[in-house]
């Protein structure tokens, strides 16, 4: 007879203990174990079949090295994101909050390379196949060699795949999937791990590119074992909200491109629309002369994107005024406010602070540093920024410095193409920029910059 046993699962890290346990010893998290039923059998048949890949360890110089091919989406954006397209026997998971475009923008692509490839399997365990239809249609992402199956068991999907040998596979979402052989629910860390690992192994043996949903935690993050993060090659996550247009991929993790390109795209009646020229998506409602407004150059990946910060600053008389950054590092708010204060003697001890990036977009890094000063002393005092079409680049050191920044280049040719006229920028990038097209004022401290500007 089989034995059953229970045990206890963490649902971040997949540790396992015989008892409950309140902390993790794995990854310290605390209330994250989950109780799951094992089958003994199981294990035991497990050790008992050998499987003989016959691969030998080989020098690595002996390892002949190619180029990925990649599969072209049909979406400039969703390529930019992933390295350049598909790569075959990829295995690729997109998280986001329910309702922001995931099922879109891969019915779009499945779409896409079923007219250019050939088969593409859909797979959803969440909707029926008439759902999936009519959606297929008001996208109009209708395809012969598009197939779609309403199927959550692992064991008849594999069947599906293996009989159908499509181009691409869409699995819409891991979380509803399991296999029989395991006791817990679809969802449990045993169910998601088996499954996503079933998957890998198909798509590598077959050489098949997998797409993989995932659902999201109330706290934003990957729902399921940490262990589904580090199996697969790429992760991807939807940003943006539910009532705003546009909507914002941006790579976590990617084994065959870098991790710090975004896609933009524009959610309509007709799906998800990429969004080419991202500064103008961000720079539409600008008015170029407001008090406690700057433009800033970033740069994500290899895309430059002008954004507006805001910067509001308003007496209180609470004891501990207010600090709130929307799109900015609050450490590094915290930070310039204490060099405005040490260095230019202007008080924010007695005001609240906040500080917007225009757009939902998230800054990173420190291009934005010397926007954000200009933006705070322009609230404060009440006074606008007289310059027109005015773009402001520069880190901001402790010391009060203006640091350069990187790539100020491609940032400024930017500007440019968006008929900004004056930028404010470290005297040390002003040296090497050789456009002259536009007013280049060059700055080496933040007292230098508010004097030139106020």
Known sequence: MAKIKKMFVCNECGYESPKWMGKCPGCNGWN????????ESINNFKRAVTISSGNKPKSITEVKSSEYERLDTGIGELNRVIGGGLVKGSLTLISGDPGIGKSTILLQSASNIAKKYGKVLYVSGEESEEQI???????KATCNELYIVSETNIDIIEEHILSMEPTFVIIDSIQTLYKATITSAPGSVSQVRECTNDLMRIGKTKNIPLFIVAHVTKQGELAGPRVLEHMVDTVLYFEGERTQE??????????FGTTSEIGVFEMKESGLEEVTDASSVFLQEKSMQQEGSVVIGILEGTRPILVEIQALASETKAVMPRRTAVGVDHQRLSLILAVLEKKLKVPFYNSDVY????????VDGTYGDLGIVLA?????????????????IGEVGLTGEVRPIAHAEKIINEAVKMGFTNIILPEKNKAKITNKMVNLIGVTTVKEAVSKIF
């Open 376 to 392: 705070l002393i322009s609230s404060i005092k009440s006074r606008e920024i007289k310059l027109e079409n005015l773009l402001v």
């Open 32 to 39: 994250t174990f989950t109780e799951e039923v094992k089958d």
């Open 246 to 255: 546009f909507r914002i991929i941006r790579t976590i993790k990617n084994r």
């Open 133 to 139: 239809k009519m959606r297929a249609e008001r996208l």
């Open 355 to 362: 500080v917007n990036v225009v757009g939902g977009l998230n």
